[in-house]
């Protein structure tokens, strides 16, 4: 099992920034990837940005050039440094992270997921 417990959230004014980070314990070692998801009131829950092992970082268009994650893995920790930030980027944000386990060669995969941090942006 993982554990993920997120940090950072807040309440922030149109154009500031906010830096979440996540830091995941237990079965550390078999995590493939990390990202960080949000959810609006009323809507459903959407990715932001994942890194997977040897992989770049992806992101989604609505925070491109706005967001950067970053991991690391001695750590154990992701973060998320959120710049030029919008009220609609108001949300609860989630940390994920994807365990596999091999068997007979066939990955399986399960997601963890930490308890969220709100993140209020201001107009």
């Known amino acids: 099992q993982v554990q993920l417990v997120e940090s950072g959230g807040g309440l922030v004014q149109a154009g500031g920034s906010l830096r979440l980070s996540c830091l995941a314990s237990?079965?550390?070692?078999?995590?493939?990837?990390m990202g960080w998801y949000r959810q609006a009131p009323g809507k459903e829950r959407e990715v932001l940005a994942v890194?997977?092992?040897?992989?770049?970082?992806n992101y989604a268009d609505s925070v491109k050039g706005r967001f950067t994650i970053s991991r690391d893995n001695v750590k154990s920790t992701v973060n998320l440094q959120m710049n030029s930030l919008k009220p609609e980027d108001t949300a609860v944000y989630y940390c994920?992270?994807?365990?596999?386990?091999?068997?007979?060669?066939?990955?399986?995969?399960?997601?963890?997921w930490g308890q969220g941090t709100q993140v209020t942006v201001s107009s």
């Open positions: 994920n992270a994807q365990t596999v386990k091999y068997t007979v060669g066939i990955p399986a995969y399960t997601d963890h």
């Open positions: 890194i997977r092992d040897g992989s770049r970082p």
């Open positions: 237990g079965s550390t070692l078999s995590i493939s990837s």
